[in-house]
């Protein structure tokens, strides 16, 4: 029984920011590492920018114009709950590049009690994981990208692993600054369970669309997610009519760039939202936003937004291009 209580009660600190339906493991690999994509509502597989840390939305996005780029993030996420990431890229060639990356989340300590209150000692939880990446130019216009990951999890004395990949396509129309990307998300399995029940890694296909104005530097940004399944559990125990199940698998973004050295930007996830809407307060459920800046080899990106009902999460992103500083 302690050992159930323990595990459910750290499971619910990262399901419960997704607001999925409880039967994946890992999930804490469905919180976006990179700040200009937590801005765009969290899940974005087809901006095009020379942003290293958008390669966890769709490792068709790395590419040879990273070269020797190092980002760092952090998120805020409720209490003393922390997420981040470290990852490095590295030119191959004129067509290729490859990467390395780690993701990490740490619960804090907490107070370990038997069902009738009483403390037993102290506790934590974190989860970690290694990534690497290669992509490879296909075309002129198509990118492929592969992202093979380690997955280690570890609540008080209990751990599971998990093995798994990315795997991404992105095109993209320089001429009409259109651009397209498709991704499985967390394929894999896991290979060492916290007991004797395993869960399924979160996995998922993900498309989406983005196009720039022609005369104004605007961004359109549209990602469908969740394809892996139709419907989802309804709060009232209802079935929803087919536009709101339609509109749940849907993440739209929309950003403002007036030059390559600026970015500001606002999001809306439409299953977030509804799953966390509350009668009272939670009224910016589903919708985030942040902005960006870059000085020379430096760029620092900011943004905001809900993943849980109690707490509304802050990310920052910093990243440096050794190539730009020319050492």
Known sequence: MRQRILIGILLYFTSSVFAQEGKSSFDFLQLPASARAAALGGTNVSVIENDISLIYQNPGFLGPEMDLELNLNYLSYIADIGMGSVTFAK???????????????????????WEDQTIVGDLSGSDLCANAFFSR??????????AAKFVYSAYDQYTAIGLGVDLGLSYYNREKDFS??????????QIKAYDEESGAMPWDIRLGFSKRLAHAPIRFSVTGMYFN????????GEEDPFLTTFGKHLVLGVDFIPSDNLWIAVGYNVKRGA????????????????????????????????????????MISLTTSFAEMKL
């Open 91 to 113: 030119a191959l060639g004129d067509r290729s590049a490859w990467g390395l990356g780690v993701n990490y989340s740490n619960y804090g300590n907490m107070k370990e009690t």
């Open 137 to 146: 130019d296909l075309t002129d216009r198509i990118r492929g990208g592969v």
């Open 180 to 189: 397209i990307g498709l991704v499985g998300k967390n394929l894999g399995r």
């Open 229 to 236: 399944q139709w419907k989802f559990e309804n709060p009232n």
């Open 275 to 314: 799953d966390m809407k509350l009668q009272e307060g939670n009224k910016m459920a589903g919708f985030s936003i942040g902005a960006g800046l870059k000085v020379k080899a430096f760029q620092v990106g900011c943004s905001v937004g809900q993943y849980h009902p109690g707490a509304t999460s802050f």
